[in-house]
């Protein structure tokens, strides 16, 4: 005996495995291999908070070190002083700044990725 189409249950147990893709389909990628005005303005904003970053790094190490010749110029015969703070005192901030400097850097870009991969 054949069923009558209208006692047939169809189940739904989740988004369809195959979307079709529609005419409107956005592609951030599509948009920055093209060069158009809105894949330039993707880039130049990483480019952006990429050099953010670095200015960053730059002028914390400036205040680390700039001041140095003066502490130097304070106490003349201090030859012990100048290798206690430029090998002890000065090597750790700089190892750890570099460390936070490639860490965001990184994120960085792992969030223009995820923000320009397909979805």
């Not at 739904?12 to 529609?22: F, K």
């Not at 790094?57 to 003066?70: D, N, R, S, T």
Request: with cysteine; net charge positive.
């Amino acid at each position: 005996m054949p069923q009558d189409p209208t006692e047939r249950r169809v189940i739904v147990t989740g988004p369809p495995r195959r979307a079709g893709r529609t005419s409107g389909y956005y592609r951030p990628r599509t948009e920055i291999d093209e060069q158009t005005t809105l894949g330039h303005t993707y880039v130049r904003s990483l480019m952006r908070i990429q050099l953010r970053t670095g200015l960053t790094a730059f002028a914390v190490l400036a205040l680390l070190i700039g001041p140095l010749p003066l502490v130097f110029a304070a106490a003349p015969d201090a030859r012990r002083l100048e290798w206690t703070v430029l090998g002890f005192c000065l090597y750790p901030p700089m190892v750890l700044l570099a460390r936070w400097y490639v860490r965001r850097a990184e994120r960085n870009e792992r969030d223009f990725v995820r923000l320009v991969e397909d979805r």
